[in-house]
């Protein structure tokens, strides 16, 4: 899915070399849980991609579950709701099943100082991708090297699943390695940033269910949004579960914090 012979073609062309060191990444151990996460949320709430409720995009990706440990990564400020108060602040908490969303502050606790979520290149780079999500081509200025796909008419999403991902965070200042989805993987698994299991909230994944593979970007939840079908199919960029694809790879960590 989600794949096409233009990865191979003018991407061959215009891959672009990077080491860890010029990514600022250095793959390290998570901290022991009871530090790790230290904050508390409440149980079944919502949890989101992002934070407008009245845009279908932000609709939820799964709850909160069962488990009130959390770790705090960033706060942004959208729409007002109602919650345990009235607020327009909401976190992006990575519960302690490893899942990342949005959740409303009124139902977050022990709540501890984190960064704006504009400051962390990950998150800049998930907006990007959710704001292309119904888009069956690309904006015009992204028709041309070095993100000059092909075959197929120019901009076109369907079969440019590795476009999406590069552009984003290129858009968010991160010098992404630029190749088709199976050799992005294959880059940073020998500098040692990919991962198994659940992605931090806006880290690329992978699979590698054809000769291309296949990438997109974690929204949260068990939640991705990429590209869809095959050159000429024009089928628009949406969400979708990263378990629906065959052979799940991981996802890397190219971008720090």
């Avoid at 215009?14 to 998570?30: F, K, P």
């Avoid at 400051?119 to 090297?145: E, F, H, K, N």
Wanted: hydrophobic share 35%; aromatic share 12%.
């Amino acid at each position: 899915m989600n794949v096409g012979s233009r990865h191979a073609r003018r991407l061959a062309t215009a891959a672009v070399g990077l080491t860890a060191a010029m990514i600022g990444i250095v793959a390290s151990a998570a901290p022991a849980q009871a530090a790790y996460y230290s904050s508390t949320v409440v149980s079944g709430v919502n949890l989101r991609p992002c934070v407008d409720i009245n845009n279908g995009n932000c609709s939820p990706v799964g709850t909160t579950g069962s488990s009130t440990a959390a770790k705090m990564e960033c706060w942004r400020d959208g729409s007002w709701a109602t919650g345990a108060y009235y607020s327009n602040r909401w976190f992006l908490l990575e519960l302690s099943d490893t899942r990342e969303g949005f959740v409303h502050s009124s139902y977050v606790g022990s709540q501890t100082g984190v960064p704006n979520c504009n400051d962390l290149p990950r998150v800049r780079a998930a907006d990007w991708a959710i704001a292309q999500i119904g888009q069956t081509r690309a904006s015009q200025d992204y028709w041309y090297s070095p993100y000059d796909w092909s075959p197929g008419e120019l901009g076109e999403w369907s079969g440019d699943c590795a476009k999406l991902p590069t552009i984003a965070y290129r858009n968010a200042g991160v010098n992404y390695y630029l190749a088709n989805a199976i050799n992005q993987w294959n880059y940073y698994a020998n500098a040692g940033l990919t991962r198994s299991g659940i992605p931090r909230y806006g880290d690329p994944v992978w699979w590698n269910e054809t000769q291309w593979g296949h990438t997109a970007i974690y929204i949260g939840g068990t939640t991705a949004v990429g590209t869809q079908g095959l050159d000429g199919q024009w089928r628009p960029v949406a969400r979708y579960d990263i378990y629906s694809h065959a052979n799940y790879l991981g996802w890397a960590k190219v971008s720090s914090p």
